[in-house]
């Protein structure tokens, strides 16, 4: 069965820091992409950020870039997001993802890899609020 677990959200102020985890287990890890994902209340599901688990590809949102990092521990099967300079719009519940990398995906990954809808595994989500 295949589980997406993430973890360290919480509330944190404006230039503070934040480290998302993200433990997977039921499936290859280095066979899939993973993607963070964050939705805040009204708006719709955004893409922030992706790793590619084989070959280390990472892309990130515009809106993220500079401030966010994605990682991955391929022996502890774990994608971390490590988040710096949060700002109060960061604020949202920020989901991880899988999709298995399939020689599509991985052809075109920066188009697909920040699109919700590539995804078919989802964790739970993990609440960040940061506060101005």
């Known amino acids: 069965e295949v589980q997406l677990v993430e973890s360290g959200g919480g509330l944190v102020q404006a230039g503070g820091s934040l480290r998302l985890s993200c433990a997977a287990s039921g499936f290859t890890f280095n066979d899939y992409v993973i993607g963070w994902f964050r939705q805040a209340p009204g708006k719709e599901r955004e893409g922030v950020s992706c790793?590619?688990?084989?070959?280390?590809?990472?892309y990130y949102a515009d809106s993220v870039k500079g401030r966010f990092t994605i990682s991955s521990d391929n022996a502890k099967n774990t994608v971390y997001l490590q988040m710096n300079s949060l700002k109060p719009e960061d604020t949202a519940v920020y989901y991880c993802?899988?999709?298995?990398?399939?020689?599509?995906?991985?052809?075109?990954?920066?188009?697909?890899?920040?699109?919700?809808?590539?995804?078919?595994?989802w964790g739970q989500g993990t609440q960040v609020t940061v506060s101005s």
């Open positions: 993802a899988a999709d298995f990398a399939s020689r599509t995906l991985l052809r075109r990954l920066w188009v697909l890899c920040l699109a919700p809808d590539e995804y078919d595994y």
């Open positions: 790793i590619s688990s084989s070959d280390g590809r990472t």
